[in-house]
């Protein structure tokens, strides 16, 4: 697996310099937005996507809304994914504080593990080209929102280039100068806190090599996750290198695993074993499970979706993602079985799926500030009223705003029975419905038989009219 995905990443890596590491100061690789409990987008993301799909391949520039590359995102260096999930443990809260009036300094004898750790910080903070130059220039200017021309853009691609292989120069000045600390104090207990500061940098260094495209980087992270852990499983090194190895297959499934889907399940394997064997970390396993649960979910990974939505569940399971997990393993088992659903109707009538037997149902959740669903709603109207004879629709309304329903509805000249529950605190995503069916995007399409039996799961404008009359024709000849 490891070969197939280093030669894997080698043909596909184009990353430019202001993805990798080794500027002024040492930067995650990567955020997740662990504010958001449930991890759902209703803005315009792509194909009303959560939060953590993977979007596919970055072409590493930074658009506009107009799609060009300005002349500003041609400065600014877009981030990949959270602080605080990678790197090294933050200090506890109970931690004391640092004295007033620290003891001067000793100055570390050249080549001790003391002067290699300082010069390592040296190295990090040296400064890069144009640094100087940016902060000197307005962010404000008219000028910055230019579109770059061929000649500048040539210019730009140059002073990536030469960032890139100045940073590449330095991690790897980095990896030597923390591999010979490692080896001056791996076998002295007293100095392991210095010991866990050299693995720290050699494991920053080697990842930001390895996203660059470095084959040895890569095998080396998978053999030092191996090494530290043989070497104390509970320590701060074992799990920081465990979590190197979620940290690259994350940002590699997050470029490419629309189109590789090894990365897609290589994320998958890297959170599980990280969950699995570093319990006390619930605050870093609960997202990345959740992160690598959905993104494998939205790119057809189903089994591997299942599998850790199934650890999130089983391990995590009082947590808001846990509790989440568990609706989605409902949702994702549904095919093939009757559905229960029913809830308040918008007009003030009880709806029940039930009483729709002997025709089919189309399930719609849908809230009208989702791009994805308005985009596809004519052509879900354009079917729907086709086959008004055959089935029937009920919508899920995902907003908070009831006036904001009753105007779209109007607008768009519903015919729809909708479930909208009149209290605040179950619209939006705290819809017991969503909530209970683990609904994470819109809109989400469900197709019923005349049984009552669920269909299908997976639909959408595009593939609307197929499924209807796949489902249907085996009744109607009954008939």
Same mark, same amino acid.
């Given at each position: 697996?490891?070969?197939?995905?280093?030669?894997?990443?080698?043909?596909?890596?184009?990353?430019?310099?202001?993805?990798?590491?080794?500027?002024?100061?040492?930067?995650?690789?990567?955020?997740?937005?662990?504010?958001?409990?449930?991890?759902?987008?209703?803005?315009?993301?792509?194909?009303?996507?959560?939060?953590?799909?993977?979007?596919?391949?970055?072409?590493?520039?930074?658009?506009?809304?107009?799609?060009?590359?300005?002349?500003?995102?041609?400065?600014?260096?877009?981030?990949?994914?959270?602080?605080?999930?990678?790197?090294?443990?933050?200090?506890?809260?109970?931690?004391?504080?640092?004295?007033?009036?620290?003891?001067?300094?000793?100055?570390?004898?050249?080549?001790?593990?003391?002067?290699?750790?300082?010069?390592?910080?040296?190295?990090?903070?040296?400064?890069?080209?144009?640094?100087?130059?940016?902060?000197?220039?307005?962010?404000?200017?008219?000028?910055?929102?230019?579109?770059?021309?061929?000649?500048?853009?040539?210019?730009?691609?140059?002073?990536?280039?030469?960032?890139?292989?100045?940073?590449?120069?330095?991690?790897?000045?980095?990896?030597?100068?923390?591999?010979?600390?490692?080896?001056?104090?791996?076998?002295?207990?007293?100095?392991?806190?210095?010991?866990?500061?050299?693995?720290?940098?050699?494991?920053?260094?080697?990842?930001?090599?390895?996203?660059?495209?470095?084959?040895?980087?890569?095998?080396?992270?998978?053999?030092?996750?191996?090494?530290?852990?043989?070497?104390?499983?509970?320590?701060?090194?074992?799990?920081?290198?465990?979590?190197?190895?979620?940290?690259?297959?994350?940002?590699?499934?997050?470029?490419?695993?629309?189109?590789?889907?090894?990365?897609?399940?290589?994320?998958?394997?890297?959170?599980?074993?990280?969950?699995?064997?570093?319990?006390?970390?619930?605050?870093?396993?609960?997202?990345?499970?959740?992160?690598?649960?959905?993104?494998?979910?939205?790119?057809?990974?189903?089994?591997?979706? *299942?599998?850790?939505?199934?650890?999130?569940?089983?391990?995590?399971?009082?947590?808001?993602?846990?509790?989440?997990?568990?609706?989605?393993?409902?949702?994702?088992?549904?095919?093939?079985?009757?559905?229960?659903?029913?809830?308040?109707?918008?007009?003030?009538?009880?709806?029940?799926?039930?009483?729709? *037997?002997?025709?089919?149902?189309?399930?719609?959740?849908?809230?009208?500030?989702?791009?994805?669903?308005?985009?596809?709603?004519?052509?879900?109207?354009?079917?729907?009223?086709?086959?008004?004879?055959?089935?029937?629709?009920?919508?899920?309304?995902?907003?908070?705003?009831?006036?904001?329903?009753?105007?779209?509805?109007?607008?768009?000249?519903?015919?729809?029975?909708?479930?909208?529950?009149?209290?605040?605190?179950?619209?939006?995503?705290?819809?017991?419905?969503?909530?209970?069916?683990?609904?994470?995007?819109?809109?989400?399409?469900?197709?019923?038989?005349?049984?009552?039996?669920?269909?299908?799961?997976?639909?959408?404008?595009?593939?609307?009219?197929?499924?209807?009359?796949?489902?249907?024709?085996?009744?109607?000849?009954?008939?």
């Amino acid at each position: 697996m490891r070969f197939a995905l280093r030669n894997s990443m080698l043909g596909f890596l184009m990353i430019t310099a202001f993805f990798t590491g080794c500027g002024t100061q040492s930067v995650p690789v990567a955020e997740i937005n662990t504010d958001d409990p449930l991890l759902a987008d209703l803005s315009e993301s792509k194909g009303g996507l959560p939060l953590l799909a993977v979007p596919g391949p970055d072409d590493g520039k930074t658009p506009n809304k107009s799609g060009k590359v300005t002349q500003a995102a041609a400065k600014s260096a877009p981030g990949l994914l959270p602080k605080g999930l990678f790197g090294k443990k933050a200090p506890q809260a109970n931690a004391p504080e640092a004295e007033e009036e620290p003891a001067p300094r000793k100055v570390a004898e050249k080549g001790s593990p003391e002067w290699l750790l300082n010069e390592i910080q040296r190295v990090r903070l040296l400064p890069l080209p144009r640094e100087d130059e940016n902060e000197n220039e307005s962010e404000d200017s008219e000028e910055e929102e230019q579109p770059l021309t061929p000649a500048q853009e040539k210019k730009f691609a140059e002073e990536i280039e030469k960032t890139r292989a100045i940073r590449r120069e330095r991690n790897i000045q980095i990896v030597k100068l923390s591999e010979e600390c490692l080896q001056k104090t791996s076998k002295n207990p007293e100095q392991e806190p210095i010991f866990s500061a050299a693995v720290h940098n050699l494991l920053d260094a080697r990842l930001q090599l390895a996203l660059q495209g470095d084959a040895a980087s890569i095998d080396a992270l998978y053999e030092a996750e191996k090494v530290f852990f043989e070497r104390n499983p509970k320590s701060d090194s074992a799990s920081e290198s465990a979590l190197t190895l979620v940290n690259l297959a994350h940002a590699n499934a997050l470029r490419y695993g629309s189109k590789n889907p090894l990365w897609l399940k290589e994320f998958s394997k890297r959170a599980q074993v990280y969950a699995s064997r570093f319990p006390d970390e619930a605050p870093r396993s609960v997202p990345l499970l959740m992160a690598a649960a959905r993104s494998c979910e939205n790119n057809g990974q189903a089994e591997e979706s *299942k599998t850790c939505y199934s650890l999130l569940s089983s391990r995590f399971g009082q947590t808001q993602q846990g509790m989440q997990a568990q609706g989605t393993l409902r949702r994702m088992q549904l095919k093939g079985q009757e559905l229960e659903l029913s809830g308040p109707g918008i007009d003030g009538n009880d709806i029940d799926v039930k009483a729709n *037997k002997g025709k089919m149902v189309l399930i719609v959740f849908w809230a009208s500030n989702a791009q994805p669903f308005v985009q596809q709603l004519p052509k879900i109207l354009e079917v729907t009223a086709k086959y008004k004879k055959y089935c029937t629709v009920i919508g899920v309304n995902i907003d908070t705003d009831e006036k904001a329903v009753e105007t779209f509805v109007e607008n768009q000249r519903l015919d729809w029975q909708q479930i909208f529950f009149p209290g605040r605190a179950q619209r939006g995503w705290n819809s017991p419905i969503a909530a209970y069916y683990g609904v994470n995007m819109l809109p989400t399409i469900w197709l019923l038989d005349p049984n009552g039996i669920v269909a299908e799961t997976n639909l959408d404008a595009s593939n609307l009219e197929a499924k209807l009359r796949e489902v249907y024709t085996p009744f109607l000849k009954k008939k």
